[in-house]
């Protein structure tokens, strides 16, 4: 596991880093666990190295809709773990892996010291922002085959592989389209070599052609973060 691969943890301060460390502790996210449900009390803040979390909303008729994906660009509860600790939307891991995790008393604990970390943490909140704002709008106006290419990237980026184990009924979740939708738009790509879809496992063949295929989000999040946080650290 590479100690520097998180971009928050990367990015600290020598005395914010001092004051974090003996609280973070290495763990592995399995996926499709539910770190939090919108409204729980968090437990853990958790710093991705290769695990992907989205941050979904569910409506009470059972619908979901991812707002973010947060991993190694970022953390999913800092901003939690400052007051009420109360989790604002459902967080769920969609690509297994590791991550550094921290108890919040003592993330709190150490912000509450820290110019410095405050700042980091108010800028990583206004990149969750900024994803759902883009999420808001992306929903309203791409069409479904852009914001699968923008989604296949994304979760890429974040993981470093281009082997992405969805499912299509996971994939409908997160875009909030039907499933249908999905086997139609996956059918359509693989046809024109952009990846290949099997079983509950997608690979991608040509990130040049995905590329191509996505809508503006996918480069509009990529420069809000590194305009907030700034470059995401390499993977090696
Ligand atoms: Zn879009």
Redesign the pocket.
Known sequence: MMPHANAILASLSASDAAALRPHLKPTHLQQKTVLYEAGDTIDSVYFPLGAVVSLVVTLATGETTEAAMVGRDGAVGMASALDGRVAMSRAIVQLGGDAMVCDPAAFSGAALQSQSLISRIMRHEQTLFAQAQ?ST???A??EVD??LC?WMLRARDLSGSDQLPFTQEFLAEMLGVRRTSVTTVARTLQEAGLIKYTRGKIEIRDVEGLREG?????ETVKEQHRHLLGELPSTN
């Open positions: 883009q709008a992306c929903m106006n791409h852009a914001r923008r996505a809508c503006e989000c996918y």
